[in-house]
């Protein structure tokens, strides 16, 4: 862990072990090509059997659903980023130790408009879509002064509202599906019941159903990060999202460059945005289609800048005066976040450099040899830490020392000024990590412990592009327990728990494993969650494109 010398976050100097953790990271060669897993597949709109290996637990019973990109491109166009491809959803089935599978193109306007048309029309986030070559030059030149519309190619993951499944990007549509046959059932614009330009793909819920999330809005003066809540159910059965409301909005350091997130922290009493120096241009991006760009090229990195954590009362929606800052760091997915002794524990999977989001265009994951190796070994990985922040910082509190007073904890939290407070986390990882690549996509036994003190949480290691193993993290000791077999990438991890369990981690854990080297050898992989052995897998005979975020809906 780095330590602090200094009395403001202009002066701090950290002493970081990052020689140490350069060597434990060496350059990696021959990495396997991965084209195959960013390839466009077909749908399978029917449910079919798969062929069971091992044992899958009876007692499992409901969908494994994902989501994440299948189709990139439509005739002679083509997607540029990984985040562009039409989202695609898929369901694996299972119930008396059986599994099928089904798959469906998710029925966007984005997709049935690239479809009629056989090219891209609709703009993605990395790909401008270009004018209509029918059109004559005069009309192709105005329609350069066209503002940019909102795709609602809901590729991200999926979400539930008021009992209901949706699958979501992060603009201001949404669609709500039906998780057994995966039909497209409605578009749903938040923009009709709050004044937001979009939500994350990762809300939070209160164990009352109560959702929370966080989303732009922009106006004539400039940009507000606002902290949506969703109550947890109908007035109707058509009611969608009506009763959602703005707890509170947060003003950015830079009202024209504001934060880009994907994501956010939540406690029992607290909402903790994160605003980090990953930024949005928003004239680039407002002028993306008159200079022929993508809306990718107006978000850039600045490590200048600090990153600020924002405290939101949940039930006031107060915004807490002080401010607790941190280094540049970039942040993708939180882990857990909860309060004890006085303190917020803020479990986060952080990486050193925001640039990440610009690499991986779907050429460079498409590379081979030395220049795959090349685009691996310049991006930085994501490592899993903790910030611990005080709660009860006030005139009183001392200057210049270290807040944090948990024994067991490295972590360091300096008030530097009335309302800032300067942190410096703790690993919450082993040196065995580094040699897996890191961890992204964490996942918890989110229905007893999210807000609350735990023990393990599971994601996907990154020794290549996309996750090439699963591991499993206890923090009581900081130990490892890893799934892997060479040529094999596992998706994002779900962790169901048993019926009868009693401890934290009794349960499974379900990935979707593919591999680019064999045809259609995609399989559902259950491990057992305590152990992490293999129980079983469900081969599916066919082709899937690497995915991105999903849920297990549990049947009766």
Known sequence: MASVI?????????VDNVKTKECMMSKVKGLETIAPLVRSVEETPEPISTEIQGNIPSWIKGNLLRNGPGKFEFGNTQYNHWFDGMAMLHQFKINKGQVTYMSRFLRSDAYKNNREHNRIVMSEFGTLAMPDPCKN????????????????????????????????????????????????????????????????????????GTAYNIGNSYGAKGAMYNIIR??????????????????????????????????????????????????????KIVTCKLRGKALSEGIYWDPKQETVFHIIDK?????????????????????????????????????DDGQTINNYLIQNLRKSGEALDEVYN????????????????TGDTPVSQNLNTRPSSKATCVQISKDKVFCQHEDLHGDDLYKHGGLEFPQI??????????????????????????????????????????????????????????????????????????????????????????????????????GFHGAFNASA
């Open 315 to 351: 039930h006031t929606g107060t915004v807490s005066p002080v401010k607790y800052h941190t280094k540049a760091i970039s942040v993708f997915h939180q882990i857990n976040a909860f309060e004890e002794d006085g303190f917020l524990m803020l479990d986060m999977c952080c990486s």
């Open 6 to 14: 200094g009395q403001n976050s202009d002066d701090v100097k950290f």
């Open 230 to 283: 969703v109550p947890p159910v109908k007035t109707n059965v058509t009611s969608n999202l009506q009763g959602a409301k703005i707890l509170c909005s947060i003003l950015p350091k830079d009202k024209s460059h504001p934060s880009y997130y994907h994501s956010f922290a939540m406690t029992e009493n607290y909402v903790v945005f994160i605003e980090q120096p990953i930024k949005m241009d928003l004239l």
């Open 445 to 546: 036994n989110y229905e007893r412990f999210n807000t609350r003190p735990y023990r393990y949480f599971y994601g996907c290691g990154f020794r290549h592009l996309l996750g090439d193993s699963l591991l499993k993290m206890d923090l009581m000791d900081k130990t490892l327990k890893v799934w892997y077999q060479s040529g094999f990438y596992p998706s994002e991890p779900a962790f169901v728990p048993s019926p009868d369990a009693t401890e934290e981690d009794d349960g499974v854990v379900l990935s979707v494993v593919l591999t680019p080297s064999q045809d259609k050898g995609t399989f559902l992989l259950v491990l057992d969650a305590k152990t992490f052995e293999e129980l079983g897998r469900a081969y599916v005979s066919v082709n899937m494109a690497y």
């Open 137 to 208: 030059f005069f009309q192709r030149f105005l329609s350069r002064f066209e503002m940019l519309q909102p795709t609602d190619n809901a590729l991200v993951s999926f979400v539930k509202y008021k009992g209901d499944y949706y699958v979501s990007t992060e603009t201001n549509f949404m669609h709500k599906v039906n998780p057994e046959n995966l039909e497209t059932l409605e578009k749903v614009d938040w923009t009709k019941f709050i004044a937001v330009n979009g939500a994350t793909a990762h809300p939070h819920y209160d164990p009352d």
């Open 378 to 393: 310049n991006l930085s990985r994501a490592f899993p830490r903790r910030f611990v922040l005080p709660l009860h910082v």
